[in-house]
């Protein structure tokens, strides 16, 4: 007996229907089968089924001799399932890498709970990936099994049948089937999430719910979406055989009142002739079964009143919503105004040689090369004054981006711009908005964000896919502002100055927040592997993979997280850092979240300072992420998976070939990674040359001493300033000459003439 049927009623989806059957055959969990059902479809459905069918045994085939229908082909498939569950997959979306794998683990985990509701993502046609808006109600279900009425919010998910399994003797049991017509999977959802016992969630993105620019059945403007009210009357008829669930009735009330109306709104449902007809109807389904004394409020108050009020409501809405459009607009141009004037008369005060104005990432918070200035500032020049421009405030807080006793400003507001307007230093690792003038006489300073590998703006306009949604002209008009550029290494300051080509000196600095990892002593990770459970015996596998530019969203899964979790065998501890341009997206929630919650691995994405979580680790494991040129600082292995190389340099650009001047060995395929760390080589005395040779050419300038040496020279203007004592670098990296010993501070650069030689 398998242990999931997946049943798949067909009709003209010849299109889609071989990507859903290979996304669910390709599952890293066999133990399934597949009862297709083609619904007497026209188009070539069938014989791709049949195709199918004849290649692997677990697919069976049910011709049906006329259409029925979603729900009845559905019928049709349920006496053929054998499996212990059930799964109603509709036949043009398709399951994610590893779905049916963490279904299984889970239903093992809550003990084979009647119904597991797992999470999805709407797949646009135009190539966007949106996540469920609801998730977090699975986030917040905990790790127990339930009842609808222990954990009633799990009802304003989605009440379609695609987004849960189904024990198959649970639905045996209760003779639960689909009626005809359109919404049929609201009598089936409702009943069978009211009657379970025990429901369990898997906060885990396990299908890709396909958004078709045409073809959706429920966008299709006819007669047929008054299928809805016959749709509930089964419901209230299913609660009355139920007398258990009546206290259930006010909430399907309100319920369905909710959705008729919802279906009313959209254009493309009812046909314009019909839509009284269906007002009016709906309100004799909800005057029907309204249950004595219950409240009627909110949207569905419109139902107690006339179809013509309804109309008026709807129309004043729209009003509404476009004159607030047209408010804001006038706003936003009158505060642009108000904002140039405010900024133009502080530019007429004296700049303020004590005031640094700080930003990192988009104001995220106080963190990269910035943050290790305004500290080491803090630190040995107490009398700066730093101040830092801070997008959200609490959300940088909770992250612990934001230090409490750290002076902060909003973006864009009258006291960020006055500020803008005397600061004699502006620091920052991203470019400062083009709304924010520069005076003379101060002084930016252009940090960056690590080494490049991938191509970076101007070498994007080669690029037309990696630079989407990028400004370039833009762009090289703000870096037009900065005074100083600092580097790590030659490497960086040449592509700096191709890439941007403006008017700015190159400093070799080196990278100021990656002195914590020069100065690194054994140990210093301890604190953050006790924080996150890891035990300190544990060899420590950092995983860092980049965003791709070939793949809308940038999130590709290019390793299966929970096998490389269970190839590295005891002993060992997984760490994900997912790129911070993903930590928001659906990326997390296509396994990630869930494996960290089971104790597979650990998800370090949100873990605020980076250089932590690589002194944390023993091995970087990382495809072409620049987080490698830090990582080497540590001297300690680093793996290279570039198995899509390739296809990453033609959509982005790369300045060097890192698969032949690697860090360390260079893995093909997962077979070849696995191979790797399982046999030891990663850290054999091959690994141990190509790491002295990339050290020795992109830690050429990082001593420990950046952050000080950018506070001494630029912020304070001590010239000819040099380390106490020699630099330091790394071991195996040759010693070096003290970096960027005399820089004027208190005046911009004049051009390229003022560069070392290259």
Not at 51 to 61: C, F, K, L, S, T
Request: proline share 7%; glycine share 8%.
């Amino acid at each position: 007996m398998p242990r999931f049927s997946v049943i798949v009623p067909c009709f003209q989806v010849q299109g889609f229907l071989r990507e859903c059957l290979d996304s669910v055959l390709g599952q890293s969990f066999p133990d399934i089968e597949v009862v297709a059902v083609d619904d007497c479809s026209p188009d070539g459905s069938g014989a791709i089924l049949d195709e199918y069918a004849a290649r692997d045994p677990r697919v069976r085939v049910l011709h049906l001799p006329e259409n029925a229908g979603l729900g009845r082909a559905r019928n049709a498939g349920l006496p053929l399932a054998t499996g212990d569950y059930l799964f109603f997959l509709d036949s043009d979306d398709t399951l994610t890498p590893g779905a049916l794998r963490a279904m299984a683990d889970r239903l093992a985990e809550t003990a084979d709970p009647d119904v597991l509701v797992f999470d999805y993502a709407r797949t646009y046609w135009w190539g966007g990936t949106r996540r469920n808006a609801l998730a977090h109600v699975l986030s917040e279900a905990g790790d127990g099994a339930f009842t609808a009425a222990e954990h009633p919010r799990i009802l304003d998910l989605l009440m379609v049948v695609w987004n849960k399994v189904y024990r198959r003797d649970f639905v045996a049991e209760h003779g639960f089937a689909f009626p005809p017509g359109y919404y049929e999977d609201t009598p089936w959802t409702f009943p069978v999430m009211l009657t379970a016992g025990r429901i369990a969630v898997l906060d885990r993105i396990c299908l890709n719910y396909r958004q078709r620019r045409q073809g959706n059945i429920l966008s299709t403007t006819s007669r047929r979406h008054f299928d809805i009210h016959d749709q509930y009357e089964r419901v209230f008829a299913y609660l009355d055989s139920r007398p258990e669930l009546a206290l259930w009735r006010p909430y399907l009330h309100r319920k369905m009142g909710e959705h008729c109306l919802d279906v009313l709104a959209k254009p493309d449902r009812v046909p314009p002739s019909d839509r009284a007809e269906f007002f009016r109807r709906t309100q004799e389904v909800f005057r029907r079964h309204q249950p004595a004394g219950a409240p009627v409020d909110g949207e569905v108050r419109l139902l107690d009143g006339t179809y013509a009020a309804y109309q008026l409501k709807r129309r004043s809405e729209r009003a509404a919503r476009e004159f607030g459009r047209r408010v804001f607009k006038v706003r936003k141009a009158a505060a642009r105004r108000v904002k140039g004037g405010w900024a133009a008369l502080h530019a007429r005060r004296s700049l303020d040689p004590d005031l640094v104005l700080y930003s990192a990432c988009s104001h995220r918070g106080v963190l990269g090369d910035p943050a290790a200035i305004y500290h080491k500032a803090r630190e040995i020049a107490p009398h700066l004054r730093g101040v830092w421009v801070v997008q959200d405030p609490d959300r940088a807080a909770r992250a612990g981006l934001l230090p409490p006793d750290a002076e902060y400003v909003l973006p864009g507001s009258p006291r960020h711009l006055r500020l803008a307007a005397r600061a004699a230093h502006l620091v920052n690792n991203v470019n400062w908005p083009s709304t924010q003038a520069k005076r003379p006489g101060s002084v930016h300073i252009h940090t960056h964000q690590g080494t490049p590998l991938k191509y970076m703006a101007a070498d994007l306009l080669t690029k037309p896919g990696a630079r989407h949604g990028i400004d370039v002209p833009r762009m090289l008009c703000r870096a037009d502002r900065w005074d100083y550029s600092l580097v790590a290494n030659r490497h960086s300051e040449l592509v700096w100055e191709r890439a941007y080509p403006c008017r700015f000196t190159s400093l070799r600095t080196g990278s100021p927040r990656n002195d914590v990892l020069v100065n690194a002593r054994p140990g210093g990770g301890a604190a953050l592997r006790a924080r996150l459970g890891i035990p300190q015996d544990h060899t420590v596998v950092l995983y860092a993979p980049t965003r791709r530019e070939y793949r809308r969203g940038g999130h590709v899964d290019r390793v299966d997280l929970a096998r490389f979790a269970d190839d590295l065998g005891e002993g060992h501890t997984l760490v994900v850092r997912l790129h911070p341009s993903l930590a928001t997206g659906p990326a997390r929630g296509l396994g990630l979240a869930e494996l960290h919650r089971r104790g597979v691995l650990v998800d370090a994405t949100d873990e605020p300072y980076v250089e932590e979580v690589m002194l944390a680790s023993d091995v970087l494991v990382t495809d072409y992420s620049a987080l490698m040129f830090d990582y080497a600082l540590l001297d300690r292995p680093v793996v290279v998976h570039a198995d899509d190389w390739g296809a990453y340099v033609a959509s982005r650009g790369a300045y060097f070939d890192i698969t032949a001047e690697p860090p360390g060995h260079v893995s093909r395929s997962y077979r070849e990674l696995a191979w790797l760390l399982a046999s030891g080589t990663w850290r054999d005395a091959e690994s141990a040359r190509l790491r002295a040779a990339f050290r020795e050419r992109f830690c050429e300038f990082d001593d420990g001493w950046a952050a000080e040496r950018v506070v001494r020279t630029l912020l304070l203007g001590e010239e000819g300033w040099t380390p106490p004592v020699p630099p330091g670098p790394a071991a195996g990296v040759p010693a070096r000459p003290a970096a960027a010993a005399h820089v004027p501070a208190q005046a911009p650069a004049a051009g390229h003439d003022l560069l070392a030689s290259s």
